[in-house]
């Protein structure tokens, strides 16, 4: 009998102490707190075409005779190309063409004239994502004219510098600037050699594809 009483009031303390605790409020488990995504990395890789338009300066040296610097002229042109990318490492090659304006000799009545610039150039580079630092080395053809008798046909190498940005995954803008050196005989068996120098700064929209 005394063992029963002993367990009753050993029973009703302890629920005495549970309900003067009051009831138990269990903590809700935190929600998993999710990583903000990782900005895209542009990717310069694949097949790309565009548009270009700058300004010249030049000269020329004959052999025999002087030398003489044009009046500086315009360009404009259109290129296309196609890179790799392996890591930030960026290279490839670029055929491009630049209609040349206005780039003639001072005194020799304006209608002597360089015609164009035809580049195909070997560019390789650093991409910062969007960003893309390159340099430029390759062949360039042209001709100077100089009516009614000598005509230049002109060949030798192009290099240079250019800086690039991903404006969307597809459209990029640019800045590129090129250096051209440049010889040839006249035609027509008129015995003068000319050493030209061709320096463009242009601005480039293109799309990837």
């Known amino acids: ?44 890789s694949g097949f790309y075409a565009g548009l270009s ?47 040349v304006r206005e780039t003639f000799l001072p005194g020799f009545n304006g209608d002597d004239e360089i015609g164009h610039v035809l580049d195909l150039k070997a560019r390789a580079g650093l991409a910062a994502n969007r960003a893309l630092f390159y340099g430029v080395l390759g062949y360039s053809q042209s001709t100077y004219v100089e009516p009614p008798l000598l005509e230049f046909d002109l060949d030798g190498i192009v290099y240079g510098l250019g800086a690039e940005y991903a404006v969307t995954p597809r459209l990029s803008v640019g800045l590129e600037y090129l250096s051209r050196d440049l010889s040839g005989t006249a035609t027509g068996g008129v015995a003068i050699e000319a050493d030209t120098r061709v320096d463009t700064l242009s601005l480039r929209v293109g799309l990837s594809f």
Not at 3 to 21: I, Q
């Open 53 to 99: 338009y700058g300004k010249t300066s030049a000269d020329i040296a004959f052999t025999p005779g002087i030398s003489f610097d044009f009046e500086d002229g315009s360009v404009a042109g259109l290129y296309a190309g196609y890179l790799f990318q392996r890591g930030a490492f960026v290279y490839g090659g670029e055929l491009a063409y630049g209609k």
């Open 1 to 44: 009998m005394k063992l029963l009483a002993t367990a009753c009031l050993a029973l009703a303390a302890s629920v005495g102490l549970a309900f003067a605790g009051g009831p138990v409020v269990v903590a809700p488990e935190p929600e998993p707190i999710s990583a903000a995504p990782a900005a895209a990395v542009h990717d310069w």
